[in-house]
């Protein structure tokens, strides 16, 4: 009989061929559409009415949208995956490469940052920098019908499950009725011509952060804005045993 | 005028070969692409045997393999090519529909000289070809008559 750790693996290396073939077999067609109705647009658009053009563009546009969506998928399997790479993560530091990273979104736009005080915590830093890259991400989003957006950054330090990072923002928030569907692959609660994306960002926080041990949560209410929280275990000193953590 | 410049594409998919082809001839790159589709040929063409016995116009300037291809796949011409001292040093390009890690390794691995993902994006594509076109010498001044395969 096969141990738990041999099917474990044979489990693993499936998922991996899987997810091989679906990023190879279902680019190449998508690739053929995409390319294709482009070289339709470029030599024939004269050819075509109004509607026969912007017809060309709506598949264009699907054709793209569902490479996202392959692509998405690709890195929440991922981030099931992947053995994860702890170290110290310095909160403070990671918030600024994350502003810098969102320079393009938030260009133009009038947003007040409020950024406290953040721990240090142990974590994959890679990860953990998606993680918080998606949720000031969608702060950023969701504040975008805002004239002035406030988005605030912070930690509760002595919560009882570890330590808590927040980020809150004044922008459209959601019915709590739906929270628990934020989290979920590819669920959204606006739509596309709202705000953009594919409604993965949540699901990998949370994939992210269940794998560190820690929770995910959010409230809101409509129209008044949304709070994450994320939780991770509290690094424990006398369980000290990485020579790179001392 | 300038000699030919021949690019050898080797790729099993017609409708990859049809984009790749109107890519380069967006930008007058090379004068003639011959196209075989799959490994096997791609290593005959190379060699002047079976459906190319006889051809002596020589090597390609650059050769582009996709690593997705029945019978020989595009990293075992790779690794061909680099164990024979006459074909060594060829330029070669990979192409690949996604970005897999254990692919690019295995490419590298074998010296190959530029790793390359088929983009969704047409446009992007074209972007992606022009440059290996500059990198690898394979620009051709657009002569009258030059712009398709001859």
Redesign the interface.
């Known amino acids: 009989m096969k141990s738990q750790a041999e099917l474990l693996e044979v489990a693993n290396h499936e998922l991996e061929a899987f997810s091989y073939s679906v990023s190879h077999d279902l680019r190449a067609p998508l690739r053929h559409i995409a390319g294709f109705v482009d070289l339709l647009l470029r030599h024939n658009e004269a050819q075509l009415d109004e509607t026969g053009q912007r017809r060309l563009k709506l598949i264009n546009e699907s054709a793209r949208r569902m490479a996202q969506l392959i692509d998405d998928l690709l890195v929440f399997s991922r981030m099931g995956r992947a053995e994860l790479q702890r170290s110290r993560v310095d909160l403070n530091a990671m918030v600024k490469t994350v502003l810098a990273d969102l320079e393009q979104e938030t260009r133009g736009r009038q947003i007040r940052w409020v950024i406290n005080r953040l721990p240090q915590v142990e974590g994959d830093p890679s990860m953990l920098r998606l993680a918080l890259t998606n949720l000031m991400g969608n702060a950023v989003k969701y504040t975008s019908t805002r004239e002035e957006a406030v988005i605030e950054i912070g930690a509760v330090e002595e919560a009882p499950d570890g330590i808590e990072v927040f980020v809150r923002d004044n922008g459209v928030g959601f019915d709590m009725t739906y929270v628990e569907k934020l989290f979920g692959v590819f669920q959204r609660l606006h739509r596309q011509e709202e705000f953009s994306g594919t409604g993965i960002g949540l699901a990998n926080v949370r994939r992210i952060i269940h794998r560190h041990g820690g929770r995910t949560w959010a409230e809101g209410a409509l129209d008044q804005g949304a709070t994450f929280h994320i939780s991770l275990p509290r690094h424990e000193e006398g369980k000290e045993d990485r020579p790179w953590a001392a | 005028m300038g000699g030919l410049t021949r690019i050898l594409l080797a790729d099993d998919?017609r409708?990859?070969v049809e984009?790749a082809i109107?890519a380069l001839t967006e930008h007058h790159l090379a004068n003639q692409v011959v196209t075989v589709s799959d490994g096997a040929e791609a290593l005959d063409y190379l060699y002047s045997r079976g459906r190319f016995e006889g051809r002596s116009d020589g090597l390609p300037a650059l050769v582009l393999l996709d690593i997705?291809m029945p019978k020989v796949d595009g990293l075992e011409v790779l690794r061909r090519i680099r164990a024979d001292a006459l074909l060594a040093t060829l330029p070669v390009v990979m192409l690949?529909?996604?970005?897999?890690e254990r692919d690019i390794v295995e490419s590298y691995r074998h010296r190959v000289n530029g790793f390359m993902v088929?983009?969704?994006?047409?446009?992007a594509?074209i972007e992606a070809v022009k440059a290996l076109g500059l990198s690898w010498g394979v620009v051709n001044e657009p002569t009258a008559g030059a712009k398709r395969a001859a």
């Open positions: 998919s409708s990859d984009l109107e997705h690949t529909s996604s970005r897999q088929k983009p969704i994006d047409f446009p594509f």
